[in-house]
């Protein structure tokens, strides 16, 4: 048998009052999104013996949130995120010896990506495509986000340079 219990609480209500600068960094920002769907590439990947001497395919997707500057930016390349130069720098990167754990590799590639400002979120699949057999791949999904911070540093810059 469950006994109704009372208890005294105090409510403060807050209704009448928002902060004036409340939705200033909350507006929507406008966002268009980079896909590299299945790089595959040959990497020294693993922790076992094995995996350090022979390379073994793995597939790299990204999904790239990216802050759109493009009604105030001349539509010339170096005014965008280029997934040319993303894939360039993804194999600069494998091809600088063997990395243990998919999980350190997506921490790499995440930092890679945030080295350009305008990029605002990530999402990485890396998958390892020749462990099993009986399964087409194994794998991992790191997604990772700029501090917001730096996306209303990023958004207030592209204000400034509207006006």
């Not at 006994?3 to 600068?21: C, E, F, H, Q, R």
Request: proline share 2%; hydrophobic share 40%.
């Amino acid at each position: 048998m469950v006994k109704n219990l009372k208890k005294n609480i105090s409510v403060i209500s807050t209704v009448g009052w928002v902060p004036p600068d409340f939705n200033k960094n909350n507006e929507k920002i406008k966002t268009y999104k980079i896909l590299i769907n299945n790089l595959i590439l040959d990497a020294f990947i693993g922790i076992h013996d094995f995996e350090k001497l022979k390379k073994q395919k793995i597939s790299i997707s990204l999904s790239i949130n990216v802050f759109d500057s493009i009604s105030n930016v001349t539509h010339k390349i170096e005014n965008f995120v280029s997934y040319e130069h993303i894939v360039n720098d993804i194999k600069s990167l494998l091809s600088k010896g063997h990395v243990d754990l998919l999980e350190t590799l997506g921490e790499k590639i995440a930092d890679l990506c945030f080295e350009d400002k305008r990029i605002l979120t990530v999402n990485i699949k890396l998958e390892k495509l020749e462990v099993f057999k009986d399964v087409n791949s194994v794998g991992i999904e790191v997604f990772r986000k700029r501090p917001t911070s730096k996306v209303v540093e990023e958004k207030n810059k592209a204000s400034e340079s509207k006006e």
